[in-house]
């Protein structure tokens, strides 16, 4: 790990050159001196081409990204530069996880005390649904989001105003929970969405109320619920990786 934040932008690198590195880092005296960067840029180009031939095969051309962080500790005296609580420093992996492919796309490294937020932006991409937790619902970037063509399905916190609720006409479907599907401003007039957005109600295994924000209008509330249960695979990559 480099002694800075990794998530800034490291300017295009074409395959020559990453080939290039790549046999010129095997004689390198240590690991700690060979550029990693240009190891984690080779991987991602590979990957994504990989999921545009898996798309074209499959005939989807949306599939969902999964977006998420989670927080990796260690001892100070490993990373004295990323102190976090206490005497223990901490990294975090932003990962942006695509279904299909069933492997991350983009992995931004930052120091613990980095919000999620901002840097999930920069993990968005328009070629996918985006799917992601409470963390990442601020009311500005679902405005953005729409105006951008980015599709997404978000949690909400369960005291977010709701302005000018106005019922979806639907049909319950057996095995579903979900219990309302509306349209609707979002935020105090201190805070407010300038567009409507889609906000579906459902309950989780536990009986707990869960509210997803999307503006996805084309699909069922069923659909929907599906879609954000599906977050749960990029949480067992990370149990994966830990």
């Known amino acids: ?10 300017g ?8 290039a590195v790549c046999q010129r880092s095997t004689t390198l005296p240590s690991p700690r001196k060979r550029p990693t960067f240009l190891f984690k840029r080779l991987f991602e180009i590979l990957v994504s081409k990989c999921n545009q031939s898996t798309r074209r095969k499959l005939g ?8 998420d962080s989670t927080t990796i500790m260690a001892g100070e005296t490993r990373l004295p530069w990323a102190v976090f609580h206490g005497k223990r420093s901490g990294i975090k992996l932003h990962v942006a996880y695509d279904v299909v492919a069933n492997m991350p796309t983009k992995v931004i490294e930052t120091k613990a005390t980095k919000h999620d937020g901002p840097i999930g932006e920069k993990l968005a991409n328009p070629d996918f649904i985006i799917v992601e937790n409470r963390a990442y619902g601020k009311i500005e970037r679902f405005d953005t989001y729409a105006q951008q063509s980015q599709y997404f399905v978000i949690r909400i ?21 979900v219990t309302r599907d509306i349209t609707c ?15 579906v109600f459902f309950q989780d295994d536990h009986g707990h109320e869960i509210r997803v924000v999307t503006n996805l209008l084309h699909v069922s509330a069923e659909h929907i619920v599906a879609i954000y249960k599906a977050r749960w695979g990029i949480e067992v990559f990370f149990r994966w990786i830990k």
Do not use: D
Not at 12 to 19: A, E, R, T, Y
Not at 157 to 174: D, Y
């Open 60 to 67: 989807v051309p949306t599939s969902l990204l999964l977006v």
């Open 185 to 199: 401003r979002l935020g105090t007039e201190q805070c407010r969405s300038e567009k409507r957005h889609r906000v």
């Open 157 to 177: 916190k369960e005291n977010m105003t709701l302005v000018t609720p106005h019922s979806l006409q639907r049909q319950s479907v057996e095995g579903f929970s």
């Open 12 to 19: 295009p690198v074409s395959i020559k050159q990453l080939n």
């Open 1 to 10: 790990m480099p002694q800075q934040e990794s998530g800034k932008a490291i």
